[in-house]
C-alpha cells in the first residue's frame, strides 16, 4: 500500500499533466442565462487563457445593465480524441 506522501505526489503529477494539455486544448466560451441555460458564444480558442480573455470581455460587454438578471460567461473545454 503506497504511503500518504506517495499518493500525494501521484496526485500532484497528475494535476500538472492535465493542467499542461489543458493549457493548449481548444475552449469555447459559453453564455449562461439563468432562464435559457447555457447557449454558444465564442470559440473554439487555442488553449484556456485565450478563452479566458475573451469570457472577460464578453462578460463586460453583457454587464451593462440590459439584463436582469446579468448573463454570465463560462469557459468550457472542447473534447479532445486520443491521439
Known amino acids: ?10 496526485l ?12 493548449h486544448a481548444p475552449h469555447v466560451v ?9 447557449g454558444p458564444a465564442a470559440g473554439p480558442f487555442n488553449g484556456a487563457l485565450p478563452a479566458l480573455v475573451a469570457a472577460e470581455e464578453l462578460q ?9 438578471p446579468p448573463l454570465r460567461t463560462q469557459v468550457v473545454r ?3 480524441p486520443r491521439r
Open 30 to 38: 459559453l453564455l449562461i442565462d439563468d432562464e435559457l441555460g447555457p
Open 60 to 68: 463586460a460587454a453583457f454587464d451593462d445593465g440590459t439584463f436582469d
Open 1 to 10: 500500500m503506497a504511503g500518504l506522501g506517495e499518493m500525494t505526489r501521484l
Open 12 to 23: 500532484s503529477a497528475l494535476d500538472a499533466l492535465c493542467l499542461a494539455e489543458d493549457e
Open 78 to 80: 472542447l473534447f479532445n
